[in-house]
């Protein structure tokens, strides 16, 4: 009987005792210029739900990350007054039931990688303070119907890698009947949504205030009108074949564009001026499997006289199919501070000895290197003379050809001329001739 009570109070203290959190996770005192207070980071924690962990005060971060989690439903460790980052990423979360009362403060919220396909329609009513969402890698289709109207302040969003490109394309992302984000948002993210067709004029709503936009991995083969406050621009894989200046400037001129990136496109060439109206600070032209033409002029006329005006710090055309770039480029490229041309099929001829002259960082000399001529096949360009880079003049040297061609020809014509003015002015009579062998 005594051990039966002795039993049953032990029972007891272990449901009341309370556990601490930072007992179990790693819990650590983070003082910002905007913010201050606890990270609690119970990321890879199973189970941790079910104790029903007391968490301490002023915490500011809760990361709850690869818990195994599958719901979210109101719990303890969901209300807090000071709570201003959330992070429910990589889960299997298929439900979530979060309360804006309850968390006045959130600001930041995670929720990718998951297996989302549904959101509670009242899910964000009240998040007023909320700035940044993701909710990439989901499973969101058109069938979601998502809609973020009540998030006012938001500034971020990123719905990357879930099938909602039919859907945006049909339902504007900036209006109340469509996804209803607000005018005022700086950054959106949609890549790998599937996107094919859309409308020239779609970002006009956010023309003046959109810093971001991440519309890689889609099936895009046109550039839409971009905005004109826009800072960073990703246009990477989709299926576009041309670029032009018209691009980067239609009416105004991106002035704000800083951060360019077009890898794996299809065009097969970077033509005159494209980026002439621009003042980018990194550009990304990799993997353009296609790309043979980088025109001097790329960056236009002006800057190759005076590059006073060029800010490029990086640039890289790896893994394109160039073989040659013009001299007058050199210039410019001196004062790029990560220059990246390797894995292209250059050909080491006397054009290509500027680029033994540049300072390239040397992680990425390695594969720059030369694919012909043959005597010099996968040599690297910076193990190479200046004297290895010749052009040979042989007889069948296209120019050579021609002259030579021109001159059998004019000499040529004129032997033929010369031998009728000769027979038209003389006459030469035969019968001349036939007295004169007679005297013979
Ligand atoms: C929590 O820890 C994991 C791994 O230990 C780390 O990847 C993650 O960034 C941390 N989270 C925060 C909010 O610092
Ligand atoms: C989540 O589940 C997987 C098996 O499905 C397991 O390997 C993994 O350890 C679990 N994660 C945690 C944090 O316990
Ligand atoms: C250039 O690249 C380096 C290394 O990748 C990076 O640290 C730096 O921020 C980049 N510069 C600009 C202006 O983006
Ligand atoms: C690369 O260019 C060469 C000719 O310069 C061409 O024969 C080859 O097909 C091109 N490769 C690709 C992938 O376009
Ligand atoms: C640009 O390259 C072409 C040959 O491709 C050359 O004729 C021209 O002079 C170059 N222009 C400048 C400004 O370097």
């Known amino acids: 009987m005594r051990a039966y009570i002795l039993f049953g109070i032990v029972i007891a203290c272990f449901q009341s005792e309370s556990v601490m959190i930072c007992d179990i996770c790693d819990c650590q005192q983070k003082s910002g210029p905007a913010t201050v207070g606890v990270v609690v980071n119970c ?19 809760l990361d709850l990350s690869r818990n195994n989690l599958t719901s979210i439903q109101p719990a303890s460790i969901f209300q807090s007054e000071t709570l201003v980052e959330l992070l429910l990423n990589r889960n299997f979360l298929k439900e979530i039931n979060l309360y804006s009362n309850r968390l006045p403060q959130l600001k930041r919220l995670d929720l990718s990688e998951n297996q989302l ?35 006012v302040n938001l500034k971020e969003i990123i719905l990357d890698n879930n099938n909602i490109g039919d859907d945006i394309e049909t339902r ?28 020239l004029e779609y970002f006009k709503p956010v023309d003046k205030t959109l810093r971001k936009l991440v519309i890689s991995n889609n099936n895009l083969t046109i550039f839409v009108k971009l905005p004109q406050r826009l800072e960073y621009l990703d246009y990477s894989n989709n299926p576009i074949r041309n670029i032009s200046s018209n ?65 490029l710090e990086n640039l890289t055309l790896r893994g394109s199919n160039i073989s040659t770039l013009d001299k007058g480029l050199s210039v410019l490229f001196v004062k790029v501070k990560r220059l990246d041309l390797q894995q292209n099929p250059w050909v080491c001829d006397c054009r290509l000895s500027w680029l033994r002259k540049l300072s ?22 910076f193990d190479l003379d200046e004297k290895d880079f010749v052009c040979l003049k042989s007889w069948w040297n296209e120019s050579e ?27 030469p009579d035969p019968k001349v001739n036939r007295q004169e062998y007679s005297k013979l």
């Open 360 to 381: 390239i960082a040397p992680d990425l000399t390695d594969d720059l290197r030369c694919r012909s001529p043959r005597y010099l096949y996968n040599k690297r360009i």
């Open 117 to 151: 396909e549904q959101l509670n329609p009242n899910l964000f009513k009240g998040f007023t303070k909320l700035e940044y969402l993701n909710l990439a890698s989901n499973k969101f289709t058109a069938m979601s119907q998502l809609n973020f109207n009540s998030l």
């Open 43 to 61: 990321s890879s924690h199973e189970g941790l739900l079910e104790v029903n962990p007391i968490l301490p005060d002023a915490f500011i971060t």
């Open 247 to 311: 691009d980067f400037y239609l009416l105004e001129p991106l002035v704000y564009l800083r951060e360019l990136k077009l890898n794996n496109l299809d065009i097969e060439q970077v033509p005159q001026n494209v980026f002439s109206t621009l003042m980018l600070t990194n550009l990304e032209l990799k993997d353009n499997k296609n790309l043979k033409e980088f025109s001097n002029l790329t960056f236009g006329r002006q800057l190759l006289s005076d590059t006073y005006d060029f800010y």
């Open 401 to 427: 050809v021609g002259v030579t061609i021109g001159l059998v020809f004019y000499s040529l014509l004129v032997f033929v001329t010369f031998t009728w003015i000769y027979v038209f002015i003389y006459h």
């Open 172 to 199: 504007p992302l900036f209006d109340e009947q469509g996804y209803g984000l607000p005018l005022n948002i700086q950054s959106i993210s949609i890549s790998g949504i599937n996107l094919v067709n859309l409308n």
